[in-house]
């Protein structure tokens, strides 16, 4: 069983910047592929970024390419996005993911775990 509690949400101007912060437990967070997904009002999730087991792969929404980038560290079970440039349609309740098999993905269905969320607001 793992459990992930995401932090570092909050609210900031459009063009400002936020880390969020996902803690795991349990001893396989290491061969876990990772990811973070949002959810905006009346919306469907959608994929922000994922990165593999190792950290040496890493994958990005279009919406959000060379605005965000996702990390892990492995000795401390946790993995992190910095977002920069944010815009106002950033804004949505931001979940963090686990994915028992070590493949990227795109697909929510596909992961195995998830956060509790914590909200990202981006005012204009």
């Known amino acids: 069983q793992v459990q992930l509690v995401e932090s570092g949400g909050g609210l900031v101007q459009a063009g400002g910047s936020l880390r969020l912060s996902c803690a795991a437990s349990?001893?396989?967070?290491?061969?876990?592929?990772m990811a973070w997904f949002r959810q905006a009002p009346g919306k469907e999730r959608e994929f922000v970024a994922a990165i593999s087991w190792s950290g040496s792969d890493a994958d990005y929404a279009d919406s959000v390419k060379d605005r965000f980038t996702i990390n892990r560290d492995n000795a401390r079970n946790t993995v992190v996005l910095q977002m920069n440039s944010l815009r106002p349609e950033d804004t949505a309740v931001y979940y963090c993911n686990a994915k028992v098999s070590r493949g990227l993905s795109f697909k929510p269905l596909k992961y195995d775990y998830w956060g509790q969320g914590t909200q990202v607001t981006v005012s204009s």
């Open positions: 349990g001893r396989d967070f290491g061969s876990y592929a």
